[in-house]
């Protein structure tokens, strides 16, 4: 079986075949960019701006054609796939805009007198290995700031997308970037080990599960290569009890919902103060029951299948056992059929923290409701957890939702919205959700050698 397939979760169909990297290719790929990073070095920021800048305007240029291959390799609605791509096309643009300015020179005042100076440079070629869930966006994350300090790059795609993965490198190569400083990686388990172990590699960022962070992180630790790390999630949503109920019940289902709820830091935890909870709970789930899975081509479908069938196995899976240990279905959702990845939306109360899925990151469109009964529970439930990569408060007194915010251990709150990114903001957790800030100007100190240089006269 070939590891790099294209299986439609629609349909289940298999739309393509991919062959996975040879040994030889790997060489060729790490030789290539060692090669490239002093090509890189030797370009002015100006002209790495210039090169982004193309490359944006490739992914827009290509923008109907990228979002269909997506569609295609993980079921994501036609209309969130376009919007993917628009999200894309604004980081590319904003470190082409902004990264020669994050590459100032910065001056340091020297108590003795003397002169200094911290310059920002690249570290050398670097291994990012990406998820399914956004094949584009995830991958722009990680590139575009990392190639604006002269880092080359060598990208592993998730199995199930090399049609979005050999896409991007089109687009690379199209845009004029330098050989070796961009390539795309169709490799095994394996033989990433084998990349980051290699001499030549200096930085590895990967986003997925605990397991595989756990795995790259150790096999990174042994070769004292950086990790920047973006893994799972389990994002509170507190609801106080002067909002409007309304607007707070569209908010939590676009939390919830987003990419099909597969999405790392969608809304998946719901604690809601006693005195509105059933009316939440009630309004959240009718408008759940009348979300329908339907054909991700449609351009008015707003959930698709999920990922793959497999997927849909393993949530429905989950579902099955958070009831079984004694947790109430407040919205009978689930699996549409034995042999489909679609999923209809579902709703559990009365998680107990002896209960698995207390603990547990449901990646698909399922959520968990909590009541509390004080705002001192309410953080107590919202911060119970391995995970803490987001986090959301809901109320009509925006500074008493902003208070509460401060106390959530998570590394991104919001404060009356939920969810969502932008190229200028900071992304990443705390705990078991990662390690490392991508995006924003935070996205180019990662990967990065602050070389100090001092003057005496």
């Given at each position: 079986?070939?590891?790099?397939?294209?299986?439609?979760?629609?349909?289940?169909?298999?739309?393509?075949?991919?062959?996975?990297?040879?040994?030889?290719?790997?060489?060729?790929?790490?030789?290539?960019?060692?090669?490239?990073?002093?090509?890189?070095?030797?370009?002015?920021?100006?002209?790495?701006?210039?090169?982004?800048?193309?490359?944006?305007?490739?992914?827009?240029?290509?923008?109907?054609?990228?979002?269909?291959?997506?569609?295609?390799?993980?079921?994501?609605?036609?209309?969130?796939?376009?919007?993917?791509?628009?999200?894309?096309?604004?980081?590319?643009?904003?470190?082409?805009?902004?990264?020669?300015?994050?590459?100032?020179?910065?001056?340091?005042?020297?108590?003795d007198?003397?002169k200094?100076?911290?310059?920002?440079?690249?570290?050398?070629?670097?291994?990012?290995?990406?998820?399914?869930?956004?094949?584009?966006?995830?991958?722009?994350?990680?590139v575009?700031?990392?190639?604006?300090?002269?880092?080359?790059?060598?990208?592993?795609?998730?199995?199930?997308?090399?049609?979005?993965?050999?896409?991007?490198?089109?687009?690379f190569?199209?845009?004029?970037?330098?050989?070796?400083?961009?390539?795309?990686?169709?490799?095994?388990?394996?033989?990433?080990?084998?990349?980051?172990?290699?001499?030549?590699?200096h930085?590895?960022?990967?986003?997925?599960?605990?397991?595989?962070?756990?795995?790259?992180?150790?096999?990174?630790?042994?070769?004292?290569?950086?990790?920047?790390?973006?893994?799972?999630?389990?994002?509170?949503?507190?609801?106080?009890?002067?909002?409007?109920?309304?607007?707070?019940?569209?908010?939590?289902?676009?939390?919830?919902?987003?990419?099909?709820?597969?999405?790392?830091?969608?809304?998946?935890?719901?604690?809601?103060?006693?005195?509105?909870?059933?009316?939440?709970?009630?309004?959240?789930?009718?408008?759940?029951?009348?979300?329908?899975?339907?054909?991700?081509?449609?351009?008015?479908?707003?959930?698709?299948?999920?990922?793959?069938?497999?997927a849909?196995?393993?949530?429905?899976?989950?579902?099955?056992a958070?009831?079984?240990?004694?947790?109430?279905?407040?919205?009978?959702?689930?699996?549409?059929?034995?042999?489909?990845?679609?999923?209809?939306?579902?709703?559990?109360?009365?998680?107990?923290?002896?209960?698995?899925?207390?603990?547990?990151?449901?990646?698909g469109?399922?959520?968990?409701v909590?009541?509390?009964?004080?705002?001192?529970?309410?953080?107590?439930?919202?911060?119970?957890?391995?995970?803490?990569?987001?986090?959301?408060?809901?109320?009509?007194?925006?500074?008493?939702?902003?208070?509460?915010?401060?106390?959530?251990?998570?590394?991104?709150?919001?404060i009356?919205?939920?969810?969502?990114?932008?190229?200028?903001?900071?992304?990443?957790?705390?705990?078991?959700s990662?390690?490392?800030?991508?995006?924003?100007?935070?996205?180019?100190?990662?990967?990065?050698?602050?070389?100090?240089?001092?003057?005496?006269?």
């Amino acid at each position: 079986m070939n590891l790099y397939t294209v299986t439609n979760p629609a349909t289940g169909n298999i739309e393509g075949y991919y062959p996975t990297a040879t040994k030889a290719r790997i060489e060729e790929a790490l030789s290539a960019a060692e090669g490239s990073f002093e090509v890189l070095r030797g370009m002015s920021p100006g002209a790495r701006s210039e090169l982004l800048t193309r490359v944006a305007d490739l992914h827009e240029a290509r923008r109907k054609d990228l979002a269909e291959i997506v569609t295609r390799e993980m079921g994501k609605p036609i209309s969130q796939a376009l919007a993917e791509v628009d999200i894309v096309v604004s980081i590319y643009r904003y470190y082409a805009d902004n990264g020669p300015d994050f590459l100032q020179d910065e001056p340091i005042a020297m108590s003795d007198g003397g002169k200094a100076t911290v310059r920002k440079e690249g570290i050398g070629p670097l291994l990012g290995i990406m998820p399914w869930n956004f094949p584009y966006y995830q991958a722009a994350r990680f590139v575009a700031p990392n190639l604006m300090l002269g880092n080359p790059i060598l990208l592993k795609p998730a199995p199930q997308c090399p049609e979005s993965a050999l896409a991007m490198q089109a687009i690379f190569d199209d845009a004029g970037a330098p050989s070796g400083s961009y390539a795309t990686l169709l490799a095994t388990n394996p033989q990433i080990e084998k990349v980051i172990a290699d001499s030549r590699v200096h930085g590895v960022s990967l986003t997925g599960s605990e397991r595989a962070g756990a795995a790259v992180a150790e096999a990174a630790g042994r070769n004292l290569k950086k990790v920047v790390l973006e893994l799972g999630g389990s994002d509170p949503f507190i609801v106080l009890e002067d909002v409007d109920l309304e607007t707070v019940v569209q908010r939590a289902v676009a939390g919830r919902m987003v990419n099909g709820g597969q999405a790392c830091n969608a809304a998946k935890r719901f604690v809601v103060m006693e005195s509105v909870y059933e009316g939440f709970v009630r309004a959240f789930c009718q408008a759940l029951a009348a979300i329908a899975p339907g054909d991700p081509t449609a351009p008015g479908t707003y959930l698709g299948p999920l990922s793959s069938h497999a997927a849909a196995d393993q949530l429905q899976a989950q579902l099955d056992a958070a009831v079984a240990e004694g947790a109430t279905l407040l919205l009978s959702g689930g699996k549409v059929a034995a042999d489909s990845a679609y999923f209809r939306p579902a709703v559990i109360g009365r998680v107990t923290r002896d209960m698995d899925a207390y603990g547990q990151e449901f990646f698909g469109p399922v959520a968990m409701v909590f009541k509390a009964a004080t705002e001192s529970e309410a953080v107590a439930i919202a911060n119970d957890t391995a995970f803490g990569l987001g986090a959301s408060v809901h109320s009509g007194n925006t500074d008493r939702a902003a208070r509460i915010g401060e106390l959530l251990a998570a590394g991104m709150v919001r404060i009356n919205e939920c969810g969502g990114t932008a190229a200028e903001l900071p992304f990443g957790g705390v705990k078991r959700s990662g390690i490392g800030r991508e995006l924003g100007r935070y996205g180019m100190d990662e990967f990065v050698n602050k070389k100090l240089l001092t003057l005496k006269d």
